[in-house]
Nanobody
Framework: QVQVVESGGGLVQAGGSLRLSCATS????????MGWFRQAPGKEREFVTA????????DYADSVKGRFTISRDNAKNTVYLQMNNLKPEDTAVYYC?????????????????????WGQGNQVTVSS
């Protein structure tokens, strides 16, 4: 069983920054693809960004490209989401997810169904 625990959310003014962390259990964390998704009230959960097992492969939704950065520290079994220049439309519950299916080739997946372990979610609120 893999546990995924997010931290670091909160309230910030537009233009501000936040960093989310995602601590993950599992002996083979370095082989996991890790993703961040978000869900705003009344909307479906959507892809934000993901990072491959080698950390050399990342993908970003167009809405966050240039503002958000995903990174991983395999020694700490942790993934980070640095969010800069936050906008009110970034307000959502942010979920970290792990795809434990082994080292993947190519870009990390944007498909929610690819990810088999999820965190509990962390609220990010951006005020205008």
């Amino acid at each position: 069983q893999v546990q995924v625990v997010e931290s670091g959310g909160g309230l910030v003014q537009a233009g501000g920054s936040l960093r989310l962390s995602c601590a993950t259990s599992g002996r083979t964390f370095s082989t996991y693809t890790m993703g961040w998704f978000r869900q705003a009230p009344g909307k479906e959960r959507e892809f934000v960004t993901a990072i491959g097992w080698s950390a050399g492969s990342t993908d970003y939704a167009d809405s966050v490209k240039g503002r958000f950065t995903i990174s991983r520290d395999n020694a700490k079994n942790t993934v980070y989401l640095q969010m800069n220049n936050l906008k009110p439309e970034d307000t959502a519950v942010y979920y970290c997810a792990a795809d434990t299916g082994g080292p993947r080739i190519g870009k990390p997946s944007r498909n929610l169904r690819t990810y088999d372990y999820w965190g509990q979610g962390n609220q990010v609120t951006v005020s205008s």
